[in-house]
């Protein structure tokens, strides 16, 4: 599974693409990271953006994309402008039918780490023994990228048994309601009975 892991920022958005499966060694296709100009308005911004995560699913035709899920900070500002971005980037995807997934911070750094607190640099030293790198990849925004799409690669099939099994108790619970469900009760018929002679109408074997 090839996968475009992308860590969303106006000023620098980090991406990273992995190739690999759980349970085996990874390898990084690409790493680098789509800088937009701070003085720039954020409409121009978005665009740039949106321009440069196409051009690396034109090269590197991934199976799916990762991104980081937005989570509330106290600087609202960056909370918007991180958002955006990654909306950009979900679209850039969708519009490409691909897969997206969302993880937080938390889940990458612990899927990486092994810890939900560790810091950049720790997370930068495990993608790079992860993926035998000779050094952590520049700036701290890649190698978050690279760390995306390694959480996804290794989250993935749990996630996937999980879905299956959540969708396959919904359909017992349906099936099991159908069954407790009591049968309708049988429409009774009343036989149609024969029409009589109408009125003044002779019958067969009289005479008027």
Do not use: Y
Request: charged share 20%.
């Amino acid at each position: 599974m090839k996968v475009l892991g992308v860590d969303p920022g106006l000023t620098r958005c980090g991406v990273g693409v992995v190739d690999g499966v759980a349970g085996r060694p990874l390898t990084m296709a690409a790493v680098g990271v789509v800088r937009t100009p701070a003085d720039a308005d954020i409409a121009r911004r978005l665009v740039l953006i949106e321009r440069g995560i196409e051009e690396w699913l034109d090269e590197q035709r991934p199976d799916c994309v990762a991104v980081e899920r937005v989570f509330s900070q106290h600087n609202v500002r960056t909370v918007m402008g991180t958002a955006q971005a990654s909306a950009v980037a979900m679209l850039c995807a969708a519009r490409r039918g691909l897969p997206v997934a969302l993880h937080t911070p938390s889940e990458v750094k612990a899927a990486v780490t092994g810890s939900g607190r560790a810091d950049k640099a720790q997370v930068g030293a495990m993608v790079t023994r992860l993926l035998r790198l000779d050094a952590p990849p520049k700036p701290a925004d890649a190698a978050d990228a690279l760390a995306l799409a390694i959480c996804h690669i290794w989250r993935a099939p749990a996630v996937n048994r999980l879905q299956q099994a959540h969708t396959a108790n919904r359909l017992q619970q349906a099936q099991a309601a159908a069954r407790a469900r009591p049968a309708p009760a049988p429409v009774r018929r009343t036989p149609a009975r024969a029409p009589g002679p109408r009125p003044g109408t002779p019958q067969k074997g009289t005479t008027r």
